[in-house]
């Protein structure tokens, strides 16, 4: 997927100012790819994970979706709506409570 063209995407056809990119563990090879990341528009949120697990653990990020969102909420940050990028189910949570304090945008599933 060309992410210069979905980022420019999101900011025109839904307004994102903040778009954040789940990474995943900090892997210092991939700077490049953090690196170029950054400069398309991303913020990117890394999974914290001690060094003696790096390297077996995969990213899951979930968690820490659903953490910065609620955060936004409790603390009363200032926000439109949140548009979610994800393709699996387990936002659905999340998600019903979003639309009950209207603060629910859009959801795309990538696809092939």
């Known amino acids: 997927m060309d992410l210069i063209r979905f980022r420019n995407y999101l900011k025109d056809k839904y307004k994102v100012e903040e778009a954040y990119y789940f990474v995943g563990s900090y892997i210092p090879k991939h700077e ?55 393709g699996d189910g387990d936002y659905w949570r999340m998600v019903d409570f979003l639309i009950e304090e209207k603060k629910f945008g859009k959801l795309l599933a990538p696809s092939k």
């Open 32 to 86: 490049p790819l953090y690196s170029f990341l950054q400069k398309a528009g991303y913020i990117l949120i890394f999974r914290e994970h001690s060094e003696s697990v790096t390297s077996k653990k995969k990213g899951n990020v979930d968690t820490d979706i659903v953490f910065l969102i609620m955060k936004k909420l409790v603390k009363k940050e200032s926000f439109d709506k949140i548009i979610l990028v994800s």
